[in-house]
């Protein structure tokens, strides 16, 4: 969940909690006054009927209007024999079992209870006149009250519901403001990762935490690419200096075979040592070369200067074949099994190829052809050499990774990983397999992009 959310929900949370605590005191606070104000009543009534002459007027003749003022109060007499005397001559209240207990309680001794007559709720206040002249009775009824509680209840849950909304739609305003700057920063840092530039623009303004998070991020990346600058720096004038004696060595190896020529080469058995050497010198040369350039290569990234353009991976694979061929003078037989147009780099992607295929002729010393297969935005090189153990699959691609059974072979470990960096690049994916009946199958895949016009069928 993102922070925006939390903030947007813990907000809602407190206004939810902090109205229904206030809906709730009022609700309560409104019952207990209007039920005070009932009570009130009732206890007036009562003291007024408990004056000389005020029972009379129930026992006797009876004026129910001059008894009572409000005509929704109730008045009984229960007599102590248990006859009702009542305003109207009827008994509209239930005597129960708390007028009759108080019948031989002390004059003023007094009942609270809720009782219903008709179906409809009342309030009933039970006095004991004392002197055996029984209890007096005095109603009210609680309808009134129970609707103005109920329309109470509604209004505060309709308002709770008004100020939760608006609390939501408030904090998703305050959270976006708020967290504004974080989301540009958190892009900043995704770009980051993504691209592996450090050249990003990330938000400064203001003076709250925010703005010092982005202060300080924008220093570290401008400390990185200090660091950066400086590393490939040194790479490349290490890779200068490396070049210059590498160079003349090989010089000196050619001038050295030349003036030897093929009789001096190929005189007896000195001859023979003498051209095995010069051709260990010229192929230890020629690894260090390779060597310099894929260090150099990893270490500036130079790649990421070319610019995308739609590339035919058919057509790059049939170059790189054919370069191969020269060079090692092995079979190297390509597939194409569909249209494969991808948009990409087109000297970073050859620069893949070549290093999968190259991988594929140091491990493979066997005389049957390296195959290459593409489909699409797939391609993979196939040989028959020992293989990739399990273990080591997940860490072929890794930098300088050299697997045990590698490590007597030349190579600087860097030809996979310079082709997980082009393919990751380019949002494809690398992967190295078993190949059926021994071997390896080494490859990537790249996301397809359109065909180019006219380009239409297969070859194999």
Request: charged residues 15%; glycine residues 20%; without cysteine.
């Given at each position: 969940m993102s922070l925006r959310a939390r903030f947007v929900l813990a907000l809602v949370g407190l206004v939810a909690v902090a109205t229904a605590l206030i809906g709730a005191f009022s609700y309560r606070t409104t019952r207990a006054e209007l039920l005070g104000q009932l009570d009130?009543?009732?206890?007036?009534?009562?003291?007024?009927?408990?004056?000389?002459?005020g029972v009379d007027r129930v026992l006797g003749p009876r004026s129910p209007a001059s008894i009572r003022g409000d005509s929704d109060v109730i008045v009984q007499v229960v007599g102590a024999d248990g006859t009702v005397y009542s305003m109207d001559g009827a008994a509209p209240l239930p005597v129960g079992a708390s007028a009759e207990d108080l019948l031989d309680e002390p004059e003023g001794t007094f009942r609270w209870q809720d009782d219903s007559v008709d179906g409809t709720a009342v309030r009933v206040l039970t006095t004991s006149l004392g002197g055996g002249r029984g209890v007096l009775q005095v109603g009210r009824s609680l309808s009134e009250t129970r609707q103005v509680l109920a329309a109470l209840r509604t209004r505060i849950l309709v308002a709770s519901l008004v100020v939760v909304a608006a609390a939501a739609?408030?904090?998703v305003v305050l959270a976006r403001q708020l967290t504004r700057r974080l989301v540009r920063l958190t892009a900043a840092a995704e770009e980051v990762r993504r691209s592996g530039r450090l050249d990003v623009d990330v938000d400064t303004d203001g003076t709250d935490e925010a703005a010092r998070l982005g202060v300080a991020f924008r220093e570290m990346l401008g400390a990185l690419a200090r660091s950066r600058e400086d590393q490939q720096r040194l790479v490349q004038d290490a890779g200068h200096e490396l070049r210059t004696p590498l160079t003349s060595l090989r010089t000196n190896v050619y001038t050295l075979r030349r003036s030897l020529g093929p009789a001096g080469v190929g005189a007896g058995a000195a001859g023979g040592d003498t051209a095995r050497i010069l051709d260990d010198l010229d192929q230890e040369t020629e690894e260090l070369s390779r060597l310099v350039d894929e260090v150099v290569e990893a270490a500036t990234d130079r790649r990421g200067d070319e610019p995308e353009q739609p590339v035919d991976l058919g057509d790059l694979v049939e170059r790189v074949a054919e370069r191969a061929r020269r060079r090692s003078g092995r079979e190297v037989v390509v597939h194409r099994l569909g249209p494969a147009t991808v948009s990409g780099r087109p000297l970073a992607l050859e620069r893949a190829v070549t290093n999968l295929v190259e991988n594929a002729l140091k491990f493979d010393s066997g005389v049957q052809p390296i195959e290459v297969t593409c489909e699409g935005g797939r391609v993979e090189v196939a040989d028959r050499g020992p293989g990739i153990a399990a273990a080591d699959r997940p860490h072929v691609f890794d930098r300088f990774y050299r697997s045990t059974d590698a490590r007597s072979r030349p190579g600087s470990g860097l030809g996979l990983?310079?082709?997980?960096?082009?393919?990751?690049?380019?949002?494809?994916?690398?992967?190295?397999?078993?190949?059926?009946?021994?071997?390896?199958?080494?490859?990537?895949v790249l996301p397809v992009g359109p065909e180019p016009a006219g380009r239409t069928g297969a070859t194999a």
């Open positions: 009130s009543s009732l206890q007036a009534t009562t003291a007024d009927l408990r004056r000389p002459g739609a408030v904090g990983s310079i082709v997980a960096e082009v393919v990751a690049g380019h949002g494809g994916r690398t992967f190295a397999a078993e190949r059926a009946g021994g071997g390896a199958v080494v490859g990537f």
